[in-house]
């Protein structure tokens, strides 16, 4: 890739933030961005069209995530390399990213220098996603699971209602059950999650996907 120029698709539902990324990436001697899209629906008729050889991807769409736009892209180009750039830095995240045959997953606070940088390596058959992160992600992808599969589904119930912002007392209403009881599941929760606080426990249920 070193003696012809990168095609870079974008796709991001920000538009703001889709012009910076255009600006920038078209700054440089070796890149040129072919097209730029805002959704899932759009992005495989603009890879098929266009044939990039790097799609940035936001991992959040209005009408999906970066890891449906890449399966989508995959079927009519399968040579097309995937960057996620996101806002979330969550293992579901970088999962999903993996499970997708991304070649990269950079955080948007990253300087604009990094996100060249990729393009460059990942373009060059290079990736981002280290072994040893692979190996460290499906551990913690172990550890998440087991603890989800610890949880009863009453205990689910209620820390989805005090994620909602229910107390104590309300969701013992909603439920049909005792203060008590709600109490116990509380304590339970938090020792199967390892926290100590509702909020800790509310936080957890998002890593582990439990609660949107």
């Given at each position: 890739m070193t003696d012809?120029?990168?095609?870079?698709?974008?796709?991001?539902?920000?538009?703001?933030?889709?012009?910076?990324?255009?600006?920038?990436?078209?700054?440089?001697?070796?890149?040129?961005?072919?097209?730029?899209?805002?959704?899932?629906a759009e992005s495989a008729p603009a890879a098929s069209e266009l044939s990039p050889d790097v799609v940035l991807?936001?991992?959040?769409?209005?009408?999906?995530?970066?890891?449906?736009?890449?399966?989508?892209?995959?079927?009519?180009?399968?040579?097309?390399?995937?960057?996620?750039?996101?806002?979330?830095?969550?293992?579901?995240?970088?999962?999903?990213?993996?499970?997708?045959?991304?070649?990269?997953?950079?955080?948007?606070?990253?300087?604009?220098?990094?996100?060249?940088?990729?393009?460059?390596?990942?373009?060059?058959g290079g990736t981002l996603i280290t072994p040893t992160a692979i190996a460290a992600l499906l551990n913690r992808r172990r550890e998440s699971e087991s603890q989800r599969e610890s949880l009863t589904a009453r205990e689910k119930e209620v820390l989805r209602l005090m994620a909602e912002g229910l107390p104590s007392r309300e969701i013992a209403t909603k439920l049909g059950i005792s203060y008590a009881t709600v109490r116990t599941h509380i304590r339970s929760l938090g020792a199967k999650l390892g926290v100590h606080s509702k909020v800790q426990a509310i936080v957890k249920a998002r890593e582990l996907a439990l609660i949107d």
């Amino acid at each position: 890739m070193t003696d012809k120029t990168i095609r870079v698709l974008i796709i991001e539902d920000h538009q703001i933030v889709a012009d910076g990324l255009t600006a920038l990436l078209n700054d440089q001697r070796d890149m040129t961005v072919v097209g730029n899209v805002g959704s899932v629906a759009e992005s495989a008729p603009a890879a098929s069209e266009l044939s990039p050889d790097v799609v940035l991807v936001d991992f959040r769409l209005n009408d999906g995530t970066g890891a449906d736009a890449a399966a989508a892209i995959r079927r009519v180009n399968p040579s097309a390399r995937h960057i996620f750039l996101t806002r979330e830095d969550s293992d579901v995240a970088r999962f999903a990213a993996l499970e997708s045959g991304a070649s990269g997953f950079i955080h948007k606070s990253k300087a604009a220098s990094e996100v060249v940088d990729a393009i460059r390596k990942v373009a060059s058959g290079g990736t981002l996603i280290t072994p040893t992160a692979i190996a460290a992600l499906l551990n913690r992808r172990r550890e998440s699971e087991s603890q989800r599969e610890s949880l009863t589904a009453r205990e689910k119930e209620v820390l989805r209602l005090m994620a909602e912002g229910l107390p104590s007392r309300e969701i013992a209403t909603k439920l049909g059950i005792s203060y008590a009881t709600v109490r116990t599941h509380i304590r339970s929760l938090g020792a199967k999650l390892g926290v100590h606080s509702k909020v800790q426990a509310i936080v957890k249920a998002r890593e582990l996907a439990l609660i949107d």
